[in-house]
């Protein structure tokens, strides 16, 4: 009987049903060894020989593989197809030829890029030999994380008290992190104004425009940096009549993004879906080993791990059958749409990640799947038939108004949809959209030389922001951009991060501690090379020299290795308090830039006269304290310390902080400290006439409040507009459990990962329609009506619950058996339903109240009713069912880069 090895119990199952009786399928479990976690693992004395650690749990499967090779016939190996599979496959391969256990055993390596009974048939029919090249290529990168971290950990352990660890990649992308949340907090944020004026055309229609040339000549962002300069160029528009000057229109083609990879599938998953990238990993493995569907364990998608953005032939053909019958021919292209991927080399996979079966659409499958997985499936089948659509055709138009003489001029931009193409179905997201982009605004048909009517003239404030924090999606991009790690890695770098407290997530940004903080000054200090981002990437293109077999994987470690060693050797005879200085001293102009109060020094100490502030580093990392401790004992977070931060900090805050001026009122805006912590408030009090305030939001931090922000505060609660429903105003606040959207009697909290301020009416709508009515009841709401019960002519619905469809009529529920579809259930089938739910007593009944126990048969009780009380409290609890399947697929040992 031949012998099949894969990763995971759960592909073991599905491919021993694909391929009978005549196999034994068995799971490694992932590893089934690794390097010992102590020094002396890799020796790069010994040419970086290896010692390799088998546990016991490992060392069981493997007895269990070599008895079945024990009877004969051959042994396949059939991990996953990539670099991690292969290693896989290598460590099994070698540990049962030293066991001796292959004797006339013919092995072979087998992959198959999806889970389907056809690739299991095929792979298995078209054996190879393993991958030297890319063993040697996995043998490196193990090797390098295992030097570099047990190497330069230890070095952190003995000069920064407090740290935990240091990788080879994990340590770039900390130091991205890092140096982004530098550039905001030395950000100093510039006034600058816009003016738009609104013009009447002669079709009655109205059109918005924006100032761009005064005077003659063209507007740099920051020209108009006061109110004084943007109210006098709207004195300037208003005594000018105006024109249209000038139309261009051009239409435009937009393409399709190609095929998921394992980078864009984190990305994507995390903008549309809000899923971390190891959850989404996760999800797609589970996806890729099979669902159970209809009794049948089928595999939905192909391989998640990939950097190759291509489908194979049968795949587009499916993909285009698909496009025509669901949209209609216009909607496939005249030749199928080729992708290349633009790694170097990508080794990870052979295909981009797509549905096995395109035909298989997300609904229907959505009764076998939970919500993450669903929407996970959605996502990559929409994304992979958009990528063989169509291309999107949209007319951009833009017109310039001027004034007669010239001197003022206006331009209004918008575009068209004159053909959605793929955009049908699919758009991608983006991280950080252009609040002044206005490109997807349709403008009014005008004429050239068309008189303009001007109306309002609005001038309005604006305030530059910093860049934003790096979110899971954009600091995979970045990675991806700069060619440091692999998507593979991705998710384990990002998860290392958080699990050693160097970086914590809030609102779904990342955010340094100041261990995390520490540590990439320290090692940007004494290891710059090791941090850069282009000795990084040069190092991933060395590794994949090696997968390619163009270079020989010892020549890169002892390369390596020569002047890594050499770098850590430099800081063994270094002292703590030596580096602390070091460190001050390259943190000084960072953490105390100069100010101009009154020329203090920032560094002098707030709570005593001589001291002087400085990097410290106690038991939980670093902050900032005085010299003259203990006598003075003031510390505070690290942070810029200046009189502006101070004052935006709350600490300090002795009186009102004056944001701005509301454009509206013309108030001033302050940000002031109550008895309740901080709050903005709108002028000043008139009278009996309390001003407007509003506390700041839980995750709002006081230095980086603008007057924007405040303003925005101030206005709660807003309105998002009609609900569609009813046409009932929806508003946005913040009450006394936190921030809310409210329709009418209804309230809903809004979740604690989005912002009052920015929750847009679709997602308010959504949210509602999950809250329960006044009364405390689910506002379900049918899906459809069936038609009207023959008895007594009340209407039967079916509703969409909580554990699946279900039909109702007057107080009866009845579960839509899964071999209905919901959509094709007819009215005598409810009423079947119905009949039998309610001959089982499915009626709804309202429990008796139980009656409270006179006080007199309380006494004559004594203690019985304790005993039985007692006796009910040993009765032993049913025993829970282990948190993890048994077939769920293990996670992967190895590597943070």
């Not at 009978?20 to 590893?31: D, E, F, M, N, W």
């Not at 800081?571 to 943190?587: G, N, P």
């Not at 203990?630 to 900090?649: H, Q, Y």
């Amino acid at each position: 009987m031949d012998v099949l090895v894969v990763e995971s119990p759960a592909k073991a199952k599905t491919i021993g049903k694909y391929l009978g009786p005549g196999y034994t399928v068995l799971a490694s479990y992932g590893h089934v060894r690794d390097l010992p976690p102590k020094d002396g693992s890799v020796r790069p004395d010994e040419d970086f020989a290896m010692d390799w650690e088998v546990d016991a749990q490992s060392q069981k499967r493997i007895d269990a593989i070599a008895h079945a090779v024990s009877k004969g016939g051959k042994l396949y190996l059939a991990t996953d197809p990539d670099r991690e599979g292969e290693a896989i496959s290598w460590h099994v391969l070698d540990i049962l030829q030293r066991k001796k256990a292959l004797k006339d055993v013919d092995v072979k390596r087998v992959t198959f890029n999806a889970i389907t009974k056809q690739s299991v048939l095929d792979a298995v029919a078209h054996p190879r030999d393993l991958d030297q090249p890319l063993i040697d290529a996995y043998l490196a990168r193990r090797a390098l994380d295992y030097l570099v971290g047990f190497t330069l950990s230890p070095v952190l352990w003995r000069k920064l008290p407090g740290s935990r660890s240091a990788g080879r990649v994990q340590s770039v992308a900390l130091r991205l992190i890092c140096e982004r949340e530098s550039e905001i907090e030395v950000f100093k944020s510039r006034e600058y104004w816009t003016v738009d004026a609104y013009f009447g055309t002669a079709k009655k229609q109205v059109l918005k425009a924006r100032l761009t040339h005064l005077d003659g000549r063209k507007l740099d962002k920051f020209d108009l940096d006061t109110k004084e300069r943007a109210e006098q160029a709207k004195r300037e528009i208003e005594r000018r009549a105006f024109a249209v000057s000038s139309i261009d229109r051009r239409q435009v083609r937009r393409n399709p993004p190609p095929p998921f990879i394992t980078s864009t599938l984190q990305q994507e998953a995390s903008r549309k879906l809000g899923l971390g990238a190891a959850t989404a990993m996760r999800i797609a493995q589970r996806l890729y080993e099979g669902v159970d569907i209809g009794g049948e364990t089928v595999g939905l998608i192909t391989y998640m791990r990939t950097d190759g953005v291509q489908l194979a032939p049968e795949a587009i053909g499916q993909t285009r059958r698909l496009i025509e019958t669901k949209y209609g021919a216009s909607y496939v292209p005249a030749s199928p749409r080729i992708y290349s991927s633009k790694a170097k080399n990508a080794q990870e996979a052979h295909e981009a990640i797509r549905p096995t079966d395109l035909f298989r659409t997300p609904q229907d499958v959505a009764a076998y799947l939970d919500r993450d997985q669903l929407g996970l499936y959605e996502l990559i089948w929409k994304r992979t038939v958009a990528s063989q659509m169509e291309s999107a055709v949209l007319d951009q138009v833009t017109v310039d108004i001027a004034s007669g003489d010239k001197t003022v001029q206006l331009r209004a931009t918008g575009s068209v949809v004159k053909f959605n193409g793929f955009l049908a179905l699919y758009d991608e997201g983006q991280d950080d959209k252009n609040e002044d982009d206005e490109s997807g605004t349709i403008l009014p048909d005008v004429a050239e030389n068309e008189a303009m009517e001007r109306r309002e003239v609005v001038p309005e404030q604006h305030f530059t922001e910093p860049p934003p924090r790096y979110s899971e999606a954009s600091l995979v991009k970045k990675l991806e951009e700069l060619g440091i790690g692999r998507p593979s890695t991705y998710a384990s770098i990002i998860e290392v991060l958080q699990r050693r407290n160097y970086v914590r997530l809030d609102r779904k940004r990342f955010i340094p501690e100041d261990r995390g903080r520490i540590v990439t000054a320290f090692l940007q200090t004494y290891f710059p090379r090791y941090v850069e981002y282009g000795f990084t990437a040069h190092l991933e293109e060395e590794l994949d020299d090696i997968s390619s077999g163009k270079i020989d994987w010892h020549e890169v470690l002892r390369e390596f290795w020569k002047a890594f060693s050499a770098a850590v050797g430099e800081t063994k005879d270094l002292r703590v308090s030596e580096v602390l200085d070091k460190l001050d001293e390259e943190l000084g102009p960072h953490f105390f830039p100069a100010n101009d109060n009154g020329g203090k020094n920032p560094r002098d100490c707030p709570s005593c006269a001589n001291g002087r502030l400085g990097l410290k580093l106690g038991k939980f990392g670093a902050f900032i304290g005085c010299s003259n401790y203990p006598e003075c004992r003031f510390t505070r977070k690290l942070g810029i310390v200046d009189a502006e931060a101070d004052a935006a900090s709350g600490e300090n805050l002795d009186g009102p902080k004056i944001l701005g001026v509301d454009p509206v009122t013309g108030k001033q805006v302050t940000l002031r400290k109550g008895p309740y912590g901080l709050y903005v408030q709108l002028g000043e009090p008139e009278g009996k006439e309390k001003p407007k305030r509003q506390s700041l939001l839980r995750d709002m931090t006081p230095s980086d409040l603008t007057l924007e922000k405040a303003l925005a505060l101030l206005s709660l609660p807003r309105e998002l507009g009609p609900h569609p429903e009813d046409g009932e105003v929806i508003l946005a606040g913040v009450g006394r459990f936190g921030p809310y959207v409210k329709h009418g009697p209804k309230y809903k909290s809004i979740p604690s990962d989005e912002s009052v301020l920015e929750i847009g009416m679709n997602r308010a709508v959504a949210l509602l329609a999950e809250a329960k009515n006044p009364r405390g009841r689910a506002a379900a709401k049918p899906i459809r009506s069936i038609g009207n019960h023959p008895s007594d002519e009340a209407p039967v619905e079916l509703y969409d619950g909580r554990y699946g469809p279900y039909v109702k009529h007057g107080g009866i529920n009845a579960t839509v058996p899964r071999d209905i579809k919901p959509e094709d259930l007819t009215l005598d089938q409810a009423i079947a339903l119905l009949a039998e739910r309610a001959a089982k007593g499915g009626g709804k009944k309202k429990p008796a109240r139980a009656k409270k126990a006179a006080p007199a048969a309380a006494n004559d009780a004594g203690s019985k009713p304790k005993a039985k009380k007692a006796a009910a409290k040993k009765k032993p609890a049913a025993k829970k069912k282990a948190a993890k399947a048994k077939d769920d697929a293990p996670p992967r040992t190895g590597t943070d880069g």
